[in-house]
């Protein structure tokens, strides 16, 4: 089993800037992807972006060119760089990891809110 503690978010003016951190522990040599994901009042939660061991990402359409996602294997932990906030961007931010299967390695944690106030 992996843990994931998700970390940074907070209160911020549209335009603004914040970073999440994502640190894993456990079973992280099982880890092939690690995930951000969000879940706005009312809706489902959906991918933001990703990125794998070897470093490729992919991002969510309405992110892309304001999100940047890293990741520090040493540290097991895995960064979400938010820029050019939206208030469409508030939300509670999720991570989550996947085996080279596909798998999803964690339980749901309590995520960490973003609000961005116009």
């Known amino acids: 089993q992996v843990q994931l503690v998700e970390s940074g978010g907070g209160l911020v003016q549209a335009g603004g800037s914040l970073r999440l951190s994502c640190a894993a522990s456990g079973s992280t040599s099982k880890i092939n992807t690690i995930g951000w994901y969000r879940q706005a009042h009312g809706n489902q939660r959906e991918l933001v972006a990703a990125?794998?061991?070897?470093?490729?990402?992919n991002y969510a359409d309405p992110v892309k060119g304001r999100f940047t996602i890293s990741r520090d294997n040493a540290k097991n932990t895995v960064y979400l760089q938010m820029n050019s906030l939206k208030p469409e961007d508030t939300a509670v931010y999720y991570c989550?990891?996947?085996?080279?299967?596909?798998?999803?390695?964690?339980?749901w944690g309590q995520g960490t809110q973003v609000t961005v106030s116009s």
């Open positions: 990125i794998d061991y070897g470093g490729s990402t």
């Open positions: 989550n990891a996947k085996s080279v299967y596909g798998t999803l390695l964690s339980d």
